[in-house]
């Protein structure tokens, strides 16, 4: 045979190929019928972040996945092509993500599920389907254990991971509290005892456990394409249990006390009155005149727009869990609990803030910070509003500075916006604190390009408003914001294109 110069197709080259093929397929076929990667996901049953990273091939499609892109797309190869795939790449039916899923979904009549999270695993999306708003895990037990901030600086060499676990955190904690809230009893911890990624299941007849490495590189913690061991060993499992005591030993869940507050006749500044337990508190006891405090950002960005050409727009976010607006575009918020406002406290003082999350009782929280606010005539500081705004968009990969997040005084009529529950009845209200950001443009990755890949976000002029309030497609705040003329107002005074 005459040397060409090109040697065989190797598995791993061919495995590539399929993948860009398969990554073309769908980008190609979503485009063409006009949806969104938020839309596919909805119908998948998927969140936006993971046909995201199906079209960037950083995940391979599983046969389950390509029979419903098929049914959605009409992609009659596509299934194909992923046996391929599979069969090029070798087992992926030993992936993470394939066999977590596969023990949290397909095991009957569990009783209780730890996980321990220390790499990228989406432990949300596992248990939480997001298009059908709806528990996908059925457990009488769930206990969910982070690294603490300072394990994962011990572990990784800084942080990499604290924005991700932030939000994991704050959607696992809101379905605590929300309307389609978990069949079992759901904890979240923090712990600075973790060593690597497990879960342990357990049914009245006997436990699984799943171990699996957390791989660094210089992109950062992944685990989607290692290899996960489950066994269903007696003494493995017996020394996982241990191990799960071990990491919650002396700890509990975490909390989210959230401020309440309200105004005083003629007063233009909310007073706090006390904190709100989510998944303890009942959001039908909190006072008519209360409300939750709630910082929210309009991220202004420069960016171009088919057929309206380059302009300021608004980027806009679509919740993917219930108790905040689900399905429904908003601003960027996120509500001031107990850590903003401690945080707040240590920075005016000089002191450096604790990075531990919550663990105290509503009450613990309030009598704690009672002088400090005293001394401040009852009202929240603008620097823990601040820090509520840049943790929401440190979970989406910004680290913004508290200068940079401008105040807009607020009329009357937003101070406090009621918001309705799924069956008509009243939900907490909330008093929010609106900021203007400018997104910077500079840098090898824009600002807009890191809030695109991490949220279900879309860039909107003033007209998109008015039309997506006629669709029904905007929270609350907006509506009221739109129909009082401040929310057109404001974005005419920040320049934003119509389109």
Not at 404 to 409: A, D
Request: hydrophobic share 40%; charged share 25%.
């Amino acid at each position: 045979m005459p040397d060409t110069g090109v040697g065989p197709v190797v598995p791993a080259d061919r495995a590539h190929e399929l993948r860009a093929q398969i990554r073309d397929l769908i980008r190609k076929a979503r485009r063409d019928r006009g949806l969104s990667q938020a839309q596919l996901g909805s119908a998948l049953g998927q969140n936006r972040y993971r046909i995201i990273r199906l079209e960037k091939g950083e995940l391979d499609v599983t046969v389950d996945e390509a029979d419903e892109l098929d049914r959605i797309l009409n992609l009659t190869e596509l299934a194909g092509l992923v046996r391929r795939l599979h069969k090029a790449a070798g087992n992926t039916e030993s992936l993470r993500d394939t066999v977590v899923s596969s023990l949290l979904r397909e095991t009957p009549t569990l009783t209780s599920v730890s996980i321990v999270v220390a790499d990228d695993l989406d432990v949300f999306s596992m248990i939480y389907d997001a298009g059908r708003d709806a528990m996908r895990l059925d457990a009488r037990e769930i206990k969910i254990v982070f690294p603490s901030a300072d394990r994962e600086q011990q572990l990784y060499g800084g942080n990499p991971l604290w924005g991700y676990y932030e939000y994991q955190i704050k959607h696992l904690v809101d379905l605590q509290g929300g309307e389609a809230g978990p069949a079992g009893n759901l904890q979240v911890y923090e712990s600075d005892r973790v060593t690597g990624c497990a879960v342990v299941a357990s049914t009245h007849t006997g436990t699984q456990s799943i171990l699996w490495p957390a791989v660094q590189t210089k992109g950062g913690i992944h685990g989607a394409w290692v290899p996960a061991m489950i066994t269903d060993s007696n003494v493995t499992n017996e020394q996982m249990k241990a191990h799960i005591d071990y990491l919650l030993e002396d700890i509990e869940p975490l909390r989210t006390n959230e401020a309440l507050c309200r105004f005083d006749s003629g007063s233009t500044d909310a007073k706090f009155t006390r904190y709100f337990a989510v998944g303890t508190d009942e959001e039908d006891d909190v006072a008519g005149d209360e409300g939750i405090a709630v910082s929210l950002v309009m991220a202004i960005a420069l960016c171009p727009r088919k057929h309206y050409g380059v302009g300021n727009r608004v980027i806009m976010y679509k919740r993917p869990s219930s108790r905040h607006d689900h399905g429904l575009l908003s601003l960027f918020s996120n509500n001031v609990d107990d850590t903003d406002i401690r945080t707040a406290r240590a920075l005016e003082r000089g002191n450096e803030p604790d990075r531990m999350r919550s663990t105290r009782s509503a009450l613990a929280a309030t009598l704690d910070i009672n002088d400090y606010l005293t001394a401040n005539d009852g009202v929240i500081p603008e620097l823990a509003s601040q820090l509520a705004a840049a943790r929401e968009l440190k979970m989406f990969g910004l680290d913004v500075t508290n200068t940079r997040l401008k105040r807009v005084p607020l009329p009357p009529e937003l101070r406090l916006i009621r918001k309705p529950g799924s069956d008509g009845t009243n939900r907490a209200a909330v008093v929010p604190s609106l900021f203007v950001l400018t997104l910077e443009t500079s840098g090898p990755e824009p600002e807009l390009d890191v809030l695109s890949n991490a949220a279900d976000s879309e860039a909107v002029g003033i007209e998109d408003i008015a039309e997506f309030a006629a669709q029904g497609r905007l929270n609350t705040f907006l509506v009221t914001a739109l129909e009082s003329g401040f929310l057109t107002e404001l974005m005419q005074r920040l320049e934003v294109a119509k389109r």
